[in-house]
């Protein structure tokens, strides 16, 4: 599936709360996730900053990648890995497949992708358990946190549903 240019202004908006990147603090994200959340990261960045503070998600989505920049992949305890496919402006099946097997795997899971994560985002609102919390980078304003709700999952499907 193909990000149409007409949904790409859309996408810039963040789709929960945004902290600004000088209130991403351990204190901050600890307010909106508790030791029982089902915690997931998309990108890097925010993949790092989170076992940076202590914190391992149990399901993270990394391409090696951060603004376009080859990077190392985050430290972090990861038990099972997976890869998929995705180009960039695109959510493949391959991408849609893994992240569905994600949640079936034992924790934490790292996906790694070849290409770029961004709009993996979308998928994993639409397959990921009811309350989990997602949290991705907003480039150059902070980091996104995604509380699962049915609302989120219908604004994500409904995206799902422009791209061709």
């Known amino acids: 599936m193909h990000l149409p240019e007409s949904l790409r202004d859309n996408l810039k908006k963040p789709l929960g709360l945004l902290l600004k ?10 307010k909106n996730v508790s030791k029982r959340t089902f915690l997931i990261t998309v990108g890097d960045a925010a993949t790092e900053k989170m076992i940076k503070f202590g914190i391992n998600p149990l399901l993270q989505i990394v391409d ?3 603004k376009r920049s080859k990077r190392e992949l985050p ?5 099972t890995l997976l890869y998929c496919e995705n180009p960039p402006a695109e959510i493949t099946d391959d991408s849609i497949q893994t992240i569905k097997k994600a949640f079936t795997m034992e924790k934490p ?10 709009l993996l985002v979308i998928p994993t609102v639409l397959f990921s358990p009811e309350d989990a919390v997602i949290l991705y980078g907003q480039p150059n304003e902070g980091l ?3 509380k699962v709700n049915q609302e989120i999952r219908n604004k994500a ?8």
């Open 144 to 146: 996104v946190i995604v």
């Open 21 to 30: 990147d000088s209130e991403v603090t351990k204190e901050n994200i600890l």
């Open 157 to 164: 499907k409904s995206i799902m549903n422009s791209m061709s």
């Open 75 to 79: 430290e972090g305890k990861v038990t």
């Open 109 to 118: 899971v790292r996906i790694v992708v070849h290409g770029e994560e961004d």
């Open 64 to 66: 090696a990648l951060e």
